[in-house]
């Protein structure tokens, strides 16, 4: 026999949000939650959470390190490892377990912890049983993209799926495969612990979606504690008794480069779970890469199918899939017809300096609008010399005409909280950057470099003549 439900939900990411908010209307829907991993979703069970608690140590490592600036002589040694990686994953796995009974105990929900696979119309297989739905939510994540190079199976590699799960003993040498942001923050974690850390990246620069001026400050500032190769194509794996050796390729002299590993890091970006879902077998099309296809108000090809966060392998943020679950929600459920915009979506790396961009890159806005770019260093104002930073910096992007803000880069301290101005005003009706013209900042705050960079406009390239790191 077929169960029937009146919405299936694959993941238990940010597709719980439209569940609770369901559950607390009233709605009697009764639900299926199918998920194939730890309750909790990628962010909490193996990803932002637990990799943010990680860096944290790095961070704090990284300043008393660097105290003798201030004239403090400090003499540490790092955190045991186990006891670091331990507690960062009991707390995962608290919450999860919570999520999880949670879950189990709901009279409206079954959760079924396995694998679904579509079979037919709107009909999913759970581990030999098959249930039908109404409305299906496709928020399906992604899994590492696992590059298929002679040797992988031969060597222990970690990715972001076991890293916090399995790893208790600090790498005397670690090779990363990836410089994205999994890759930077995780190398840069290990190489603060005490790990001596090389970075291998295929492409010309770490961060290749930054602005190229802000990719190159951040790997000058990285390469004082890890070992950071560009132009670096990992080409074989090999076991050499207790040894790992990772071959890589220099792209520019074609020469092989070996490199030993006591563990090694993939982190050459994410894959679809399409093989797993089979979404095809219901009508859902998806990409050459089994990403799933969605229109602007987040349907799929299929009447009642819906599809968010990672599961359309677009700017995998939570944030995004936060945002995205709100607006399936009003579609889906209330009946509206609100469309997803994606230009003034934000992100950040957790390194020490962080790094924070929103909206396009200068390269682009010049294709599209003619504009002004402004820019400010740290050092330029009293909290940044207080600090005693210097060669971070903010830069802006506005239309010349409208002054509405097109985007904006910032490497430095606090980034991420920086830049939050900035994106709120950019959701802000015409996005002007008029009220940071006309508002306070108070002074002596870090806010300052924010203001600045908005007061110090240059024509587009120009800014380079004015601004050295």
């Known amino acids: 026999m077929t169960k029937h439900y009146d919405v299936i939900v694959f993941g238990t990411g940010s597709a719980m949000n439209i569940v609770s908010e369901l559950i607390n209307e009233g709605q009697g829907y009764r639900y299926a939650v199918i998920e194939n991993d730890m309750v909790g979703g990628i962010c909490l069970t193996r990803g932002c959470i637990p990799s943010k608690m990680l860096i944290e140590v790095a961070r704090n490592i990284r300043r008393i390190r660097e105290a003798d600036k201030f004239g403090i002589n400090v003499s540490y040694s790092p955190p045991d490892f186990a006891w670091t990686m331990e507690r960062v994953w009991k707390r995962i796995y608290k919450e999860s ?18 694998n679904g696979t579509f079979v037919g119309d709107y009909t999913v ?67 603060m612990m005490g790990s001596q850390v090389t970075i291998l990246q295929r492409g010309e620069r770490i961060l290749k979606e930054e602005e190229p001026e802000v990719s190159e400050l951040l790997q000058r500032d990285l390469s004082r504690y890890m070992e950071i190769k560009t132009r670096h194509e990992v080409v074989e794996f090999r076991k050499n008794g207790d040894r790992q050796i990772v071959v890589a390729e220099n792209k520019l002299t074609g020469e092989n480069v070996e490199l030993e590993a006591d563990a090694i890091l993939v982190a050459s970006g994410r894959a679809s779970n399409s093989d797993i879902t089979r979404p095809e077998k219901t009508g ?52 509206e017809e609100v469309k997803a915009r994606y230009d003034a979506v934000p992100h950040a790396v957790f390194t020490e300096p962080e790094v924070a961009s929103v909206g396009l890159r200068e390269e682009e806005a010049m294709k599209k609008y003619d504009i002004l770019v402004g820019i400010a260093g740290y050092e330029e104002t009293a909290k940044g010399e207080a600090m005693m930073v210097s060669d971070y910096f903010v830069k802006v992007i506005l239309d010349r005409e409208t002054f509405r803000i097109l985007g904006a880069h910032i490497i430095g301290p606090e980034a991420s909280i920086l830049i939050q101005e900035i994106v709120n005003l950019m959701y802000t009706p015409d996005g002007s950057a008029e009220p940071i013209y006309n508002g306070m900042h108070i002074h002596p705050a870090l806010s300052e470099v924010v203001e600045r960079a908005f007061f110090h406009l240059h024509e587009p390239g120009e800014w380079k003549k004015h601004h050295h790191h």
Not at 98 to 109: A, G, N, Q, T, V
Not at 175 to 191: D, N, R, T
Not at 299 to 323: L, R, V
Request: aromatic share 12%.
């Open 97 to 114: 377990k919570e999520i999880e009974h949670s879950l189990k105990h709901h009279p409206l929900i079954d959760l079924y912890q396995t």
């Open 125 to 191: 297989d759970v581990g030999g049983r098959e249930i039908e739905g109404e409305i299906v939510l496709l928020c399906t994540g992604s899994k590492p993209a696992v590059p298929r190079v002679p040797g992988i199976d031969e060597v222990k590699y970690y990715t972001n799926d076991n890293f916090f799960r399995e790893l208790r003993k600090l790498p005397r040498k670690t090779v990363v495969i990836g410089g994205g942001f999994v890759g930077l923050e995780l190398g840069f974690f290990l190489a």
């Open 284 to 335: 859902v099309k998806t990409d050459e890469k089994g990403w799933i296809m969605v229109d602007e108000y987040l349907k799929t090809s299929k009447e009642g199918i819906w599809a968010f966060g990672d599961a359309t392998g677009k700017q995998m943020y939570k944030h995004k899939a936060n945002y995205e679950s709100i607006i399936v929600y009003r579609n889906a459920f209330k009946g």
